[in-house]
């Protein structure tokens, strides 16, 4: 990603559309570093006001994303993202045109190594984890083995020693046959994590933050806004 960056002969503009609560997005796509990949955020504030994921939270992001959108009208834009991966394969409200969701980034950057079969780690309860891993399936990404905490708020409060208890707990032999796992969801800290997951399991880790920041710094010249 950072040979990518350093590539580009022009700064990319991303904006990103943030759950209201979310706090780890910024934090970690500054942590990269990129210096030709500009990332502009606008808030999104369900109509419920909830900070748990729930249909009501997944829908009002999506209908929070217009009046968001139209915030960042003025900027000039490569990209624009909605930075919450469960929204992206939940029901709700149809996003605004050229929208992508962290979701959609994580499928693109699974495709575009060429990975179709991965374990999966997530913050979630077990049935949005179920509903994620039937999404990839029916993006072309086998979910050989998930397990998910089981939360369904208070996810910037997890401790490091509990994300990798949680992917210790995927059956070694699966983990083995794996091309690569996934820490799914924008809203927990996972970047600190990816070179200790990497050395332990001899396989390439994607988390949702990454996924957007290689979606923004992939984008050509002349992408869509």
Known sequence: MAALDTASDRTVHAGLLL???NVAVESELARLGLRHTVFHHARLVPASRTTAIDASF???LRE??????????????????????SAGFTDGPPLPGGVD?????????????????????????????????????AAGVEVLAHASLGLVDGYPGVPPARILDL????????????EGIVLSCTGWHTLSLVTELEHRYGKP??????AMALLAARIPIGGDS
Request: some cysteine.
């Open 58 to 60: 997944w829908h009002g």
């Open 205 to 210: 880790v994607l988390s949702s933050n990454l």
């Open 101 to 137: 969701t962290a979701f959609d980034a994580l499928v693109q950057a699974l495709a575009g190594a060429g990975t179709t079969r991965v374990v999966l780690a997530t913050p979630y309860p077990t049935p949005v984890t179920e509903t994620e891993a039937a999404a990839f399936a």
């Open 167 to 178: 992917v210790d707990q995927l059956p070694r032999d699966t983990v083995d046959s794996a």
């Open 19 to 21: 759950p209201w609560a």
């Open 64 to 85: 929070a994303s217009a009046v968001a959108l139209d915030s960042l009208s003025h900027v000039p834009l490569d990209a624009v993202m909605l930075a919450c991966t």
